[in-house]
């Protein structure tokens, strides 16, 4: 009984799995920053580009 108690009361699998969650959500946003950030600057290259020729 006391095993099952001190299992129910060990918080230090659900504070891993929180940190694993925020990583995730960083890196979610991370990559569509940069995405989008990628897609403005392919855009304004290609229109550099298209001005010097």
């Known amino acids: 009984m006391r095993l099952l108690k001190s299992f129910l009361r060990d ?3 659900a504070t891993a799995i929180e ?3 925020i990583a995730a959500l ?3 946003v991370a990559i ?3 995405t989008t950030t990628g897609s403005r600057l392919n855009a ?3 229109k ?3 001005g010097l020729s």
């Open 11 to 13: 918080e230090s699998g």
């Open 32 to 34: 569509a920053t940069l």
């Open 48 to 50: 550099i580009a298209n």
């Open 26 to 28: 960083i890196s979610v």
């Open 19 to 21: 940190y694993g969650l």
């Open 44 to 46: 304004k290259f290609t």
